[in-house]
């Protein structure tokens, strides 16, 4: 099965701090995103790359950025984390192999920010 | 671009009843389609796809899908709802293009009353 893992379930993180949130496919799978999660607005793209070191911007992709370094680590990074960016973050890899689409996603992230 | 829509953030159903859940979607490209559940505190179940091969698509639990291009449409239904379909369902678009965004709709919290 594939797995996509993500580092850490729960997070607690102090105001203007570096966050690091870490995801780990094991699939070959060229793309992968990041979303947050917020009750009543569904899952919201940060960010997205197809490709090692191919990055693009989803629809709320302010104070975050991300590195693809290697193909099967895509990493968020709060580069001062906020109190609005208290939230569940999940990683997703996209299989794309003979047209049929498949999505798998991590069990995500719960970040506190304080 | 593309984008996702779902036209209801709440249904509540009586148990037995039918379930409509609505979604319309724009794509620049010819779209994968999704539906998704997610039970409290639980990850994202994969309900249902759309890939262009029959317009009427069923998955799991009873739930099926009708694509409809004319309407850009993706409906959810049910023909009689159980207790244990109480949860939160995204409508979710994809263009099958390696280098494009995955979209998720802000969700539907469907209540089922006994």
């Known amino acids: 099965d594939v797995k996509v893992t993500q580092s850490s379930r729960y997070l607690v993180k102090r105001t203007g701090e570096k966050v690091f949130l870490e995801c780990v496919q094991d699939m070959d799978h060229e793309n992968m995103f990041w979303y947050r999660q917020d009750p009543g607005l569904g899952l919201r793209l940060i960010y997205f790359?197809?490709?090692?070191?191919?990055?693009e911007k989803g629809d709320i992709p302010e104070g975050y950025s991300v590195s693809r370094e290697k193909k099967e680590r895509f990493s968020l990074i709060l580069e001062s984390a906020s109190t609005n960016q208290t939230s569940m973050y999940l990683c997703?890899?996209?299989?794309?192999?003979?047209?049929?689409?498949?999505?798998?996603f991590g069990s995500g992230t719960q970040l506190s920010v304080l | 671009a593309q984008s996702v829509t779902q036209l209801d953030s709440h249904v509540s159903v009586s148990e037995g009843t039918p379930v409509l859940l609505r979604c319309n979607y724009s794509s620049s490209y010819s779209p994968s389609l999704f539906w998704y559940v997610q039970h409290p505190n639980k990850g994202l179940q994969l309900l249902l796809k759309?890939?262009?091969?029959?317009?009427l698509v069923k998955g799991i639990n009873g739930f099926e899908a009708e694509f409809k291009k004319s309407e850009t449409s993706f409906h959810l239904t049910k023909p009689s709802a159980h207790m244990s379909d109480a949860a939160e369902y995204f409508c979710?678009?994809?263009?099958?293009?390696?280098?494009?965004?995955?979209?998720f709709g802000s969700g539907t919290r469907l209540s089922i009353r006994p």
């Open positions: 759309y890939t262009s091969a029959a317009t």
């Open positions: 997703a890899s996209r299989d794309l192999t003979h047209g049929n689409e498949k999505l798998f």
């Open positions: 979710v678009v994809s263009p099958l293009s390696s280098a494009s965004k995955i979209i």
């Open positions: 790359s197809y490709d090692v070191k191919m990055k």
